[in-house]
Structure formats: C-alpha cells, structure tokens
C-alpha cells in the first residue's frame, strides 16, 4: 500500500536540502532520469526544520552513517539521488502522472490528457477578479488559506533512492535537544538515536558546537519499486505450522527480533481460542513489515486457508501488525477475536500481496501511528468485514487504509486522531450500513498547509497502488466527521456513489477537489487535480463543493437534495450538475458551474445565482 504520516521535521528538511541544491547545482536531471533531491553543498546555511527560520549557526546535511559510538555518529556527507519512477507493467515509460486538463499541463500516463470523460464546456469564470488557481472557498482547516499539499498515510515518491558520498565525512554528537524523525513509507514518527544504525540516511541540520539540532532517518525504499529489502522478506517465526491442523487454547509468543509469534505456512488450519503475544523484538526494516508481514503477530502466507475463531492477538512492537494475510491465494478468516496493537506500522487486520482477510465480530483497537484498523498495503487483496469495532487512536491510522478491494457492512468504524478512510489508487471501499467517524484534529507535524478531512481519496505514485480510477460507495449507516472538509480528492479520478447516508460535517464543505503541491510525490504541480463522478441516490447533502482550475466533476442527483454552493468564489474547474425530477438544489452562496441539466423550479436561489458558463441561470 503506499500509505499516512505526519511530517513538518521531513518537509522543512526536504525543503531545506532543494534550497541548497539550487545555490551548488543546477538540479537538474541527467540524461539518466536521476534528479538530486538533496544537496552536499555543506557551506549552506539553512532554516531549522519547521520554522522557516534562519539560523546562521546551524547548516544542514546529508550523511550516510558509518560509525555509532553511543551518542557519536560519524557518517560520509553527500547526497540523494532519486530515480524517476518505474512505469506500470507494459506501458514502457514513467509512471503516470495525473493530468490537469487538455492544456499545457496536462500529464502523461493511463490519462491522455485531453480530458475526453470530462463535463463539456470551460470552467465559469469569477465575474470579478482574478483565477488563483487554488479551489475556492473554505480551506478545510479553518484558517480561510488553500491547503498546499494533502494529509494521507503514504508520503511516496517517485522512484527509488541512493545514497551518493562526495568523499568527505562528518562527525556530531546527539544531545537530548536534538529532534529525531524516522520516515517510513507511511509517513514518519518521533524517533530515537536507537533508530540510527550504519548504513543509516540522515538529513542533519548540524549546530556550530557539533551538535545535531535536528535528525531525519530517510527512508530510501519510498516508490523504489517494491523497497524493503528488495525481495520478500517475512522474517522468521517462533512457531510454525506447516501441515493440516486444528488448534485450541494455545499461546503463542514471540520476543525475536524480525520474527512472528505464530505463522501458517502452506497449510490449512483451523485456530480456536489461541493467544498471540508479540511484545518485543525490533523490526529490521519498516517496508518489510508492511509489506510482507516480517515482525507481525500472526502470518499466514503461500496459499494458506485459515480460520481463527474465538482468539486474542497483543502486540507491542513496530510493525506488529496483529493478524496478517499475504500473497494470492492465502485466506484467513477470522471472527470473534480480540485485537490489540500498541507501536507504529501496526495495523489490526493487514492484508498485502493479493492475499483474503474475512473478518466477523472483531474488536480491534490500535494505539499506534500509521497503524489504520483495517489496514491494507503493496499488492492489496480483497478484505471483507462483517461487524465488529474497530478503533484507532494514532496519527495517520484511519479505520481503513485502502490499497485492496474493501466491503465493510453493519461495523462501527472510529478514529480518534486520523481521517476515517482513505482510498489510494485503483481500488475500492464499500460501506454498508457502517458508522464511521473521523477526527483528524492536526496534520503532519502541524503543518498549516496540509488538508484535514474525513475521507481522503487519492494517488501517491509511490508504486504501493495501481494506478487507475478509485472507487468509493456508501449505502445506509452514517459517516461523521470531527474535523476539516467531509470528502478531499486528489491527483486521482474517482466515483463516488452515496445512497441514504447520514452525513454530520464539522465544516462547511462537503466536496472538495483540488491538486496539490507534490512535495509529497503525488503527481506534478499544476496537473494533479482530481476528476470525480459523485452520484447522490435518495441522498441528503449539506455543505459547499469546492473544485479546483485543474479538476472536475460530474455530479449526477437522483432523489436527492442538495443544501450547498459549488464554487461559490466563481473559479473552478469543470462542473457538470445533472439533477432527475425528483431532486433539489437550495442555494446558500452563489454558485458557479460549467453545464446544468434540469427543471430551474428546483432550485431555491434565497436570493443567490447560479451561473453556467459565466451567465446568470438563476
């Protein structure tokens, strides 16, 4: 999957590393396709990370660690070069970007560019003033600005990463002041000097006396195909079964490091009343873990059938992710059973490489960031949910983290501290009858540019998804958000399908799709809006639709009412509305869209308009 964190440290790091870049080198790319992303040019004073402040006794650089010796780290300077991104199988080139339109900045991939699917006509234009390019209206995070980039639990990039010395090295001391970040493909997390081994990446900001002001472990596997170790790595475990089997009340535990407390392998097993503990034992490599199940508390892997009933699984450890299905045609089906996970990278039920998850009557909470309930990564898989609670109260850990096909029905779904759910390339979630319940309070590391809302659908590139049109389907149940904008769509087409859902939002907008400034990978400034097709069945929507210059959307109502504005500052993108007999729209803002397609007697101005293709219709 190529999933959440939260990461101001990493972003002022990576900012800070582009600046310097461009005061020692040109930046740009061979004929390779290789790009620096952080520079070696060490005389350059930078900014301390997430002030945007400069400090002109704290210079910034990139180091490969060579040497720890306890608070000491020696490391060879240099800097990042980034690869461009593999293309999707057969398409022999890059990977695609998502285009803006049929102008210039349209981007190359599944998406031709000419925006053919798009409502037809131009984006209305504002009566007075100027486009600013940024979707108008309510910035989501109640400070009235356009958010830059989007919140999500995958940072990605684009392509793979190497380390390249430029002959010299460093040594500084790490003090209790210092800050440590560690960056994983799912964000990033509060760090310690145990998280820095030889071999370690490191962006420092260095003070004058040798000391290090600012750490950030850089994950080099982001979008380098599939990262981690480069092969398939699930670790070792303390207990096997590899043959036909039925267990009961048995516990299983794990303190190994890279190791699972219990795994199936090959075999068919039916598990009733076990415990799982694994409580200790460090994970080598984050990706591994969240990719192939290295360090989770059950595994079951190589065509695997499982059935666990009546069961408990405790973990403590990074990437303890508790119950975990891995590769095609591994089944495990789970019901009745406790789950809990306390560390980051720990997901309750994670499913990757194709594998099945079946979960009925589950109680799993998780404390940890980047630790969604429902969790899913690289290579996805199908997941069907059935009941249950399931709870998160980290950082970037919604209750569901899609990169699989997803179907959640009659399920209470709630995080405390994250969005509710997010869809990452093409794939699907389908709730039935759920309440879900999203309370993202704060972004990464607090950065004020970044989007809060409920649901997130969107494209990392970072390779964990295919690339391809997203899907999202409500019926019934409620969907609640605490937070920020209800639906944010970015750099990725989608269908959302609602029917007799009851939304309570903690803000004014409903809808809002927008590009953003790829500083986290998620396509090219300028050409990563989104595209949409919202269908509203016998629903109810209470709230403004905000699409951007480089978006659109295909709003089709069935039955359904709609108590908002779209576009209410006049920019925008495509907007096509289509509305049946037996729906309504009542205007709380003028409204601007590109093509309308119903009775006007549907619509109640109360004193507003609504423009089509910049001329007054209502």
Known sequence: MKTYKYFALICAAV?????????SNSGTSSDTGSSVVSSADTSHQTSEAGTGEVKSSEVYKTVKVTAVDGNSITADEGEIVSGSAPGQPGDGGSAPEKPGDSGDNAGTGDNSGDNSDKPEGEPPAKPDGEDSGNAPGDSGDGSGNAPDKPDGEAPGGMGGS??????????FTVTDDTKISVEFLQGSSDGTIDDIAVGSVLAVTLNDDGTAASIVVKNMNAGSGFGGSGE????????????????????????GDDENALRVDSAEATLTGITVNKNAGNSSNTEDGDFYGQNAGFLALNGAKVTITDSTFNTGVVNGNAVFSYGEGTTVNISDSKIRTTERNSGGIQTTGGGTMIATNLDVQTEGNSSAAIRTDRGGGTVTVEGGKYVTNGTGSPAIYCTADITASNAELTANSSEGVVVEGKNSVTLNNCTLTGNMENTYGGDSDENIHTIMIYQSMSGDADIGEAYFTAEGGSITGLSGDMFYITNTDCTISLKDVEFTLANDTFLRVEGNSSSRGWGT?????????????????????????ISSLDMTMTGSTLKGAINPDGDGGTIKVTMDSGSTWELTADSYVTEFNGDISQITANGFHLYVNGEQLV
Do not use: H, K, P, W
């Not at 900012?15 to 005061?23: F, Q």
């Not at 398939?232 to 303190?255: K, P, Q, R």
């Open 15 to 23: 900012v800070a590393a582009a600046s310097t870049g461009c005061s």
């Open 232 to 255: 398939v790595t699930n670790g070792t475990s303390a207990n096997m079964i590899t043959e036909n089997t039925t267990e009961s009340d048995t516990e299983y535990n794990s303190t």
């Open 525 to 549: 400034e300028g050409a990563n809006g989104g595209d949409v097709i919202l269908n509203a069945e016998q629903q109810s929507i209470e709230g403004n639709i905000l699409v951007d210059s």
């Open 162 to 171: 190497t380390f390249e010395s430029s002959g010299s090295s460093v040594t």
